[in-house]
């Protein structure tokens, strides 16, 4: 990968966007398949993996990697709410979209006016779905049922399969598609209870779904694997995996911490997005000196400090004020100060030939160099996908290979 130096050649306006790799999402995507379809496991069809673009694509841009996974063979997309998936529907992708956390009462007919695919969480949504069905002339619309095996979020309890399936044989127009539960805990595997949470929350979905077939109802496409445990819990992929943030290039934070090393060796992947901004001014600054907000950084030498084009209004949190890094001519420079809403200071005495315009990566690639997601976010206690989000809607996204 090329340096990023003269990456905006084309771009004009405020010097701070976010680079989205198109060729890592690809190739992310296509790592994932191949994984959960070993060659090794003969199964009449392949798993199919079902991607999540929800959080506007986690950052990335939702429609934009929908239209980019499509092409590239994803299966279904996983989005949050009607909003979100009538955006992709826009971008012009025709795959199934999953409505994750089901509708709000009225959104019944956008959801089939745009053919998305509602999750049911409560058993009196159906009536709902059933009567904007029958309204609207839809002889069957399909749903998936999701179901809390332990989580204690969204989702009808195991022990309220009767109650859904009473409920159902009411419902003329639905048609039951899948089946799915999220589990609370998949990175983690110690201390106990925590590491046998996610175990304990298959049973019970197995439970659940052993009575839904005795019922006669068939359960359709059968997927409870969110990113942890499609990288580490095989058991768990049944016929459909939901890849979240491993698609845009990071591991979750597992427990113990070597478990996380153990899955970057056995599902490698590769960062997609790069939040990049350019240095906008250089001062030198003497011993004693104080810098930003509060004076919170004191020069304890003589140092040259970069301000950058870029705050937390941009997406870098606050609270890597005086403890976090960015990358410059593939060196590392600390952030120096209080992070302030549009721009932020980083110290370059220890970075030769620093000037004016460089490009400094926030978390990314730099050329070879890579500052990771994950590794900024361990750093402010919070999680790679927290960080990812935080980039606001007035920083550019650039697709580029």
Known sequence: MPRPQNSLTRFHGRPVWAEISTSALTYNLRAIRAFVNPASEKRKTPRLVLSIVKGNGYGHGGPQVAKILDKSGSDWFGVTCTAEGIAVRKAGVRKPILVLTSFWP??????????????????????????????????????????????????????????????????????????LTHFASSEAFTPAPRGEQTREQEEHFYVGLERLRKL?????????????????????????????????????????????????????????MSLRTRIISLRTVPVGMPVGYGGKFVAQRPSVIAVLAAGYGDGIPRSLSNRGNALLKGKIAPIVGIVSMDVTMVDVTDVPGAEIGDVVTIHGTDGEHTLPANQVAREIGTVTSDLLCAVTQRVPRLYVA
């Not at 591991?251 to 153990?262: F, K, L, S, T, V």
């Open 106 to 179: 009225g959104e019944e007919a956008a959801l089939i006016k745009h053919d998305l695919t509602p999750v049911v969480h409560r058993c009196e949504q159906l009536e709902l779905l059933n009567r904007a069905a029958s309204r609207l002339g839809r002889k069957h619309l399909t749903f998936h049922l999701k179901m809390d095996t332990g989580m204690n979020r969204l989702g009808i309890a195991p022990t309220d399969v009767d109650c859904f399936a009473r409920q159902l044989a009411k419902s003329k127009h639905l048609l039951l598609g899948g089946i």
């Open 216 to 272: 006669g109802i068939d359960p359709g496409i059968v997927h409870l694997a969110n990113s942890a445990a499609i990288a580490s819990r095989p058991e768990t992929w049944a016929d459909m995996v939901r890849p979240g943030v491993i698609l845009y290039g990071y591991h979750p934070g597992y427990d113990p911490a070597e478990q996380r090393n153990e899955a970057e060796k056995r599902l490698p992947l590769k960062p997609v």
